[in-house]
T-cell receptor, first 118, second 111 residues
Framework: GAVVSQHPSRVICKSGTSVKIECRSL??????MFWYRQFPKQSLMLMAT?????????EQGVEKDKFLINHASLTLSTLTVTSAHPEDSSFYIC??????????????FGPGTRLLVL | GENVEQHPSTLSVQEGDSAVIKCTYS??????FPWYKQELGKRPQLIIDIRSNVGEKKDQRIAVTLNKTAKHFSLHITETQPEDSAVYFCAASTGTYKYIFGTGTRLKVLA
């Protein structure tokens, strides 16, 4: 149980274009999902908290107009990187809580999406 | 806000020896402390967690200890094996369910 998927696993795009990343909870409903960014050999940095049916909560320093988050259903959250630039190249990982199973605090992570902006 | 420090950044041990990774946190309201293992290019996997009302938790070769007064917690891996080689992250969480991660420890178990 508590499986989280992400799509795509890898994406290469040109500078200035937008890229959408999907995060799905496959066998549970997730009212809350989280989006992280991880640069090479660094830690996971929380970007935003995605709440089903409401606006996402962004961490300090994260541009909400650049990183658009939509959580339209209990099993899907999307992150759109708008007008991507080379410095946005990173590993983007989502996670989800399963409020009905196990510890309330546990987050289950997706496999990540590696974004390369040329 | 919460800040989590993790040491050491790299750790090499001989197979069969023990490994200890330490984290300190700043927010006394933090009440949940998970540890994740991440292999290169893969998702973080939860290996053990502890709540603030518990001082120690063990699961086979892995144990975590928590000192609330000093605001630090540690991961202990005994009888290390080559497959334990990975990057380990600690995290701290308050009632908001947000995680603040430590900087990571690259563990290398030498055969």
């Amino acid at each position: 149980g508590a499986v989280v998927s992400q799509h795509p696993s890898r994406v290469i795009c040109k500078s200035g274009t937008s890229v959408k990343i999907e995060c799905r909870s496959l066998d549970f409903q997730a009212t809350t999902m989280f989006w992280y960014r991880q640069f090479p050999k660094q830690s996971l940095m929380l970007m935003a908290t995605s709440n089903e049916g409401s606006k996402a909560t962004y961490e300090q320093g994260v541009e909400k107009d650049k990183f658009l988050i939509n959580h339209a259903s209990l099993t899907l959250s999307t992150l759109t990187v708008t007008s991507a630039h080379p410095e946005d190249s990173s590993f983007y990982i989502c996670s989800a809580r399963d409020p009905l199973a196990g510890p309330q605090e546990t987050q289950y992570f997706g496999p990540g999406t590696r974004l390369l902006v040329l | 806000g919460e800040n989590v420090e993790q040491h050491p950044s790299t750790l090499s041990v001989q197979e069969g020896d023990s490994a200890v990774i330490k984290c300190t946190y700043s927010d006394s309201a933090s009440n949940y402390f998970p540890w994740y293992k991440q292999e290169l290019g893969k998702r973080p996997q939860l290996i053990i967690d502890i709540r603030s009302n518990v001082g120690e938790k063990k699961d086979q070769r892995i144990a975590v200890t928590l000192n609330k007064t000093a605001k630090h917690f540690s991961l202990h891996i005994t009888e290390t094996q080559p497959e334990d080689s990975a990057v380990y992250f600690c995290a701290a969480s308050t009632g908001t369910y947000k995680y603040i991660f430590g900087t990571g420890t690259r563990l290398k178990v030498l055969a």
